[in-house]
């Protein structure tokens, strides 16, 4: 059976998810397109790196990402680091000729998100953005129903991202909220993941009109490298400042005629996960919220008058990814899960050429439509998106 070696760059939280994603996915996806050999782990942080390597099941680490970019016995490139490196880390991947997982958002700004795109088509290597809740089964069952027309022309999307780990303000400042390392707060780090979303099951966005806010200008300093999200208090250290947006609120113009809007927080309290989105059609609507990510509400307008009303579908065999899961509706998935997924079509387009997406392209596309929400809260007035041509 072919194999692929995989050098992952970044041993913290998605480190961990992307490790149990190659571990797994032959348990899933049998046979697999490809054996995934976990080869090398790197982090900055040596010894981290050193304890993943055992943790995660890796053949060695190191402390510099360089060797496992400059070694020729690694397939796949997987950059699970600060957001800050994924561009360099990428380029230089690209350049010498290794597929590429980058997590999300692809890069800090559309200009770096170019760079990396345009790395990747000119060394002809298969990149991905790890975008992957669009790979949760309700996710793309709600996509499989559009497509079908079942829920007619699509009118609205609104959608949420809500969390509340960083409420707190003496939660520390971690590297999500400096500008220089993460590029934006809520916007990049979350509402991408909406905004994915939304061009995923609806189309486009032509233009935006947004605002941006921050609530706690200031937080305690002293988090080191990993970021523990909102968790790992020191008593005693300086403050420092803020200078990244913990709240994004916009309205969207989609290409197609359709409107909607996007909220991201991570200041919400009592909300954990709360990624949902509802779409309104000419002919019926669809509900999903990631903290229930079995169920799919559905309302049909051809449903007998007297039965309307939106019902639930538990996600099992039928729906996608179905067949690679558990044999009946119901029994669950988890998050690692979607990043299984993730990693079985990112090795499907590796080693029989089947075309992935969210690629790059669409990486940049989502930095380009981030970029206007800022230029727009920044005049407060509407902007059009610039679109990728390609
Ligand atoms: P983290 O803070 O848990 O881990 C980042 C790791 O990168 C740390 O161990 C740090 O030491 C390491 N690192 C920093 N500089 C490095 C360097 N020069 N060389 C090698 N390693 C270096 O961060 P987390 O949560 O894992 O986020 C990583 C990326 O994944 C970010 O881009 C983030 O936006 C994205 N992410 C995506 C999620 C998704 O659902 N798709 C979920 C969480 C994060
Ligand atoms: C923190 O807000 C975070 O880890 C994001 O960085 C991820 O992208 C999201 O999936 C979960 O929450």
Partial sequence: MKTLR?????????????????????????????????????????????????????????????????????????????????????????????????????????????????????????????????RTPAVALAKRYIDEGAIGQV????????????????????????????????????????????????????SVNSMLRTYIPKRPTGAGGLDRLGAGRLAGTPWGIVDVDDEVSTLLRFGNGAVGSIEATRNAYGRNNFLTFELHGTEGSIVFNYERRDELQVCFADDPDDRRGFRTVHTGPAHPYGDALWPIPALGIGYGDTKIIEANDLFRAIVDGTPVSPDFGDGYQVALISDAIVASAESDAWVDVPMLDR
């Fill in 155 to 206: 009118l609205n999307f609104r959608g949420t991202y809500l969390q509340d780990w960083s409420a707190d303000p003496e939660s520390p400042l971690s590297w999500r909220f400096q500008k220089s390392i993460a590029g934006s707060g809520a916007l990049g780090d979350i509402g991408t993941h909406v905004l994915d979303l939304a061009r995923y099951l609806v189309g486009e966005v032509a």
């Fill in 6 to 134: 995989i050098g992952l760059i970044g041993a913290g939280f998605m480190g961990k998810a992307h490790s149990l994603a190659y571990a797994a996915l032959p348990m899933y996806f049998w046979p697999p397109p490809a054996m995934p050999i976990r080869s090398v782990i790197a982090d900055v942080n040596a010894e981290l790196a050193a304890e993943a390597a055992v943790r995660y099941g890796y053949e060695r680490s190191t402390g510099d990402w360089r060797r496992v970019v400059d070694d020729p016995n690694i397939d796949v490139i997987d950059i699970a680091t600060p957001n800050d490196l994924h561009a360099e880390i990428a380029v230089a991947a690209a350049t010498v000729g290794k597929h590429i997982i980058c997590e999300k958002p692809l890069a800090r700004t559309g200009e770096e998100a170019r760079g990396m795109y345009e790395a990747g088509c000119a060394a002809g290597i298969v990149n991905m953005v790890a975008f992957n809740y669009r």
